[in-house]
């Protein structure tokens, strides 16, 4: 079964500091694996996106990762500014179908 | 560049009514998904329309229907509707052509069922 975990599933950290979010997948075969911040009320906006062959890629403060042969990604956020404080989504994509598998996200919570 | 539009952005009904919700894609999208989202919960693929026709469905009643139009935007229609039908509903759109990439979300509309 097709199916995306993400941990934790909350997380709590102070202004400035670093946090590292887990993405753990079975869909096979894998197309490819977006990270969304979606904002409470709106709707998820695109971080990244990497297929394959990629092992990172970065936006800004964002910095994903992906290792295919464990089926796991990672997002990484730098110096962490209120404005991050939002829900995460790992979604994967699995070569010809039209779904997106979604995980049920990490709450960030940034303090100051 | 127009992003995804929604509308409403949040409604009331009243259980046992009737709702329409809209999309109009991106600019440049034909395919159009809709999903819904719980409170604290991932979204949930509802249905995908491309050349007017439902392609994919996800695991949800026949209360559940919709509609593509030939301008590509897209209505979701719920019947009879039930307590637990109260979520955000996200519509999402991308290009048949490029089905994993430049899947473009909308700010999505509020449904609260009471």
């Known amino acids: 079964k097709n199916q995306v975990e993400q941990s934790p599933q909350s997380l709590i950290i102070l202004e400035g500091k670093n946090c590292t979010l887990q993405?753990?997948?079975?869909?096979?075969?894998?197309?490819?694996l977006r990270w969304y911040k979606q904002d409470t009320g709106r709707g998820p906006v695109s971080l990244t996106i990497m297929t394959f062959s990629e092992n990172t890629k970065s936006n800004g403060r964002y910095t994903a990762t992906l290792d295919a042969d464990t089926k796991q990604s990672s997002l990484h956020i730098t110096a962490s500014q209120l404005s991050d404080s939002a829900s995460y989504i790992c979604?994967?994509?699995?070569?010809?179908?039209?779904?997106?598998?979604f995980g049920t996200g990490t709450r960030l919570k940034v303090l100051a | 560049d127009a992003g995804v539009t929604q509308s409403p952005t949040h409604l009331i009904k009243t259980r046992g009514q009737q709702v329409t919700l809209r999309c109009s894609p991106k600019s440049g999208h034909d395919t159009v998904s809709w999903y819904q989202q719980a409170l604290g919960q991932g979204p949930q693929f509802i249905f995908q329309?491309?050349?007017?026709?439902?392609?994919q469905r996800g695991n949800f009643p026949d209360r559940f229907s919709g509609h593509q139009f030939p301008n590509y935007s897209s209505e979701l229609n719920v019947n009879a509707l039930l307590l637990g039908d109260s979520a955000l509903y996200l519509c999402a759109s991308s290009l048949a052509l490029q089905p994993t990439w430049g899947y473009t979300f909308g700010s999505g509309t509020r449904l609260t069922v009471v």
């Open positions: 979604v994967v994509s699995a070569t010809g179908t039209y779904k997106y598998i």
């Open positions: 329309y491309y050349e007017e026709e439902e392609r």
């Open positions: 993405c753990n997948y079975t869909v096979s075969p894998f197309s490819n």
